[in-house]
T-cell receptor, first 113, second 111 residues
Framework: KAGVTQTPRYLIKTRGQQVTLSCSPI?????VSWYQQTPGQGLQFLFE???????NKGNFPGRFSGRQFSNSRSEMNVSTLELGDSALYLC????????????FGNGTRLTVT | AQSVSQHNHHVILSEAASLELGCNYS??????LFWYVQYPGQHLQLLLK??????LVKGIKGFEAEFIKSKFSFNLRKPSVQWSDTAEYFC?????????FGAGTTVTVRA
């Protein structure tokens, strides 16, 4: 069974630009979550989608948005990039129960210069 | 909101030493708990999970954890570590369709 696939693996952007990250979940998983990982803040929850509906959202500014498509694939967008957005962005999928363990991808390393 | 805390930030051990990492949770009711591991350059992987039942949970790669309700703890243990156990370990609690992670413990095993 293929794991969670995130593209691209690495991104370098300039302040003020926007970026879109992509995630393909494990086949059959209908829930996709996004997390930001930084050395200072650790793993922070961004949002979770199930069947194209956002069920929960973390405490991030509105510049961070996401969506899920009918095939469960998900995208995350960050607009007006700031230096502090440099991080590893992790996508995770699960069948969708409230306490399901999550299966993580390798992440997208975003560097903002 | 449910949360977990990990008090050990960095642990350095020699091979064959025993490992115990602390995790405390905040919620007094029914709680599910996970331990995840992130090996260098790899994705986060589930080590073990506690949902209910036997408080001693066995996971992959020889790891186990004990749920002690009276102490609000879910400590991770391994009797004898190997160099390949060098990684970052995260305790996590699920709630409201998200995982709340502890700050993580970096474990360095010296050969």
């Amino acid at each position: 069974k293929a794991g969670v696939t995130q593209t691209p693996r690495y991104l370098i952007k300039t302040r003020g630009q926007q970026v879109t990250l992509s995630c393909s979940p494990i086949s059959g998983h209908r829930s996709v979550s996004w997390y930001q990982q930084t050395p200072g803040q650790g793993l922070q929850f961004l949002f979770e989608y199930f069947s194209e509906t956002q069920r929960n959202k973390g405490n991030f500014p509105g510049r961070f948005s996401g969506r899920q498509f009918s095939n469960s694939r998900s995208e995350m967008n960050v607009s007006t990039l700031e230096l502090g957005d440099s991080a590893l962005y992790l996508c995770a999928s699960s069948p969708g129960q409230v306490d399901s363990p999550l299966h993580f991808g390798n992440g997208t390393r975003l560097t903002v210069t | 909101a449910q949360s977990v805390s990990q008090h050990n930030h960095h642990v350095i051990l020699s091979e064959a030493a025993s490992l115990e990492l602390g995790c405390n949770y905040s919620y007094g009711g029914t709680v599910n708990l996970f331990w995840y591991v992130q090996y260098p350059g790899q994705h986060l992987q589930l080590l073990l999970k506690y949902f209910s039942g036997d408080p001693l949970v066995k996971g992959i790669k020889g790891f186990e954890a004990e749920f002690i309700k009276s102490k609000f703890s879910f400590n991770l243990r391994k009797p004898s570590v190997q160099w390949s156990d060098t990684a970052e370990y995260f305790c996590a609690v699920p709630a409201d369709y998200k995982l709340s992670f502890g700050a993580g413990t970096t474990v360095t095993v010296r050969a």
